[in-house]
């Protein structure tokens, strides 16, 4: 009977945190980050502030959670890309196709993402998570690890060319579409960059 209480309990809690989760991605998609307080969350997900605090210590908390939320998606997009840079046939193109299916999943996340950027000139803690979400996402390219040889090397210049794209994915949501024309040289840049990487240019 007290195991079956403690799983309604654990379930309830589920359920609250996910509402938070929720309500807290729906203000900042319409207000952004900066606009949206623990009270508005909390009265949007239909809690109490004093509930909010109980799973979150703070909106960064609450911003670290979308984060992690993605990042199987962003993880997963990454481990594509590495069997593509070590998979032989045309490279370039396959990695071009890559980077425009990537570009998709920034859109559809925008507003997540646009949450985060705020986030990340206000809150250093998530910078922080940021980091090492960027730094376990450069992890998971084991075979272009292994193709550079030295992990720690392998690991600064995955973990540039993740924050080139990531950097060219933000601005390019801020000042244009895919149809800017500076666009499509700079998709070649990187691309170019990522397989220079792999050839050891």
């Known amino acids: 009977?007290?195991?079956?209480?403690?799983?309604?309990?654990?379930?309830?809690?589920?359920?609250?945190?996910?509402?938070?989760?929720?309500?807290?991605?729906?203000?900042?998609?319409?207000?952004?980050?900066?606009?949206?307080?623990?009270?508005?969350?909390?009265?949007?997900?239909?809690?109490?502030?004093?509930?909010?605090?109980?799973?979150?210590?703070?909106?960064?908390?609450?911003?670290?959670?979308?984060?992690?939320?993605?990042?199987?998606?962003?993880?997963?997009?990454?481990?594509?890309?590495?069997?593509?840079?070590?998979?032989?046939?045309?490279?370039?193109?396959?990695?071009?196709?890559?980077?425009?299916?990537?570009?998709?999943?920034?859109?559809?996340?925008?507003?997540?993402?646009?949450?985060?950027?705020q986030a990340l000139t206000h809150e250093p803690a998530t910078g922080q998570e940021w980091f090492a979400m960027l730094r376990r996402t450069a992890g998971a390219m084991t075979s272009v690890t292994r193709r550079i040889g030295d992990p720690v090397r392998a690991e600064a210049r995955i973990l540039v060319q993740l924050m080139a794209v990531e950097r060219t994915h933000s601005f390019q949501r801020l000042v244009g579409g895919p149809d800017e024309p500076l666009w499509s040289d700079m998709r070649h840049a990187l691309a170019r960059g990522w397989v220079e990487l792999v050839d050891g240019r």
């Open 1 to 117: 009977m007290r195991v079956a209480q403690e799983s309604l309990r654990d379930l309830k809690r589920q359920a609250t945190r996910t509402r938070l989760v929720d309500a807290a991605r729906d203000l900042f998609a319409a207000r952004g980050y900066t606009a949206t307080g623990a009270d508005l969350i909390a009265r949007e997900a239909g809690v109490s502030r004093a509930t909010f605090y109980l799973h979150f210590r703070s909106k960064a908390d609450l911003v670290t959670e979308v984060m992690r939320a993605i990042e199987p998606q962003i993880t997963g997009a990454y481990r594509l890309l590495d069997g593509i840079l070590v998979g032989g046939g045309d490279t370039m193109a396959a990695v071009l196709d890559w980077f425009d299916a990537h570009l998709l999943f920034w859109d559809e996340h925008g507003s997540e993402f646009d949450a985060i950027q």
